[in-house]
């Protein structure tokens, strides 16, 4: 499998432009693959209809409708929009995980699991962070 370092993406900016783009957490979601605390992030409440964008980049992401209640404490949901995300093999903190990135500008999103609901059975773990939320028109 290939890593994240090995790809190119649309977006690519240099790290003092990260930095003057995202606000602190972000970045260091982001960034710096960290993650923030559960159960913080304003967008575990949100329900309206919408999209789930790229807190770098803008890049849509997420319908709202794929958005569930997982208990996880981070914004979850069963399905990206097609070709918005993409993964790499996470084997940091001595587990294996598959992280889930921006496949426009390579952010940190967070993780996918293969324990969410039905249609798809896989639960999008995101950083509330890494989000920003578009509300339908």
């Not at 240099?14 to 979601?29: K, S």
């Not at 790229?54 to 404490?73: H, N, P, Q, R």
Request: aromatic share 10%; net charge neutral; with cysteine.
């Amino acid at each position: 499998m290939a890593t994240k370092q090995d790809k190119t993406f649309d977006i690519e900016l240099d790290d003092m432009a990260w930095r003057q783009r995202l606000d602190a957490q972000a970045y260091m979601v982001l960034r710096q693959h960290s993650t923030e605390r559960a159960h913080t992030s304003p967008l575990n409440k949100e329900k309206r209809p919408g999209r789930f964008l790229c807190a770098g980049c803008g890049s849509a992401l997420f319908d709202a409708a794929t958005k569930y209640e997982s208990g996880s404490g981070w914004p979850s949901f069963w399905a990206p929009l097609e070709q918005a995300v993409g993964t790499t093999e996470d084997r940091s903190f001595f587990m294996r995980r598959v992280e889930v990135h921006c496949a426009k500008c390579g952010g940190h999103l967070g993780h996918v699991f293969n324990d969410g609901p039905q249609p798809t059975g896989e639960r999008y773990c995101m950083n509330g962070a890494a989000l920003k939320f578009e509300p339908k028109e």
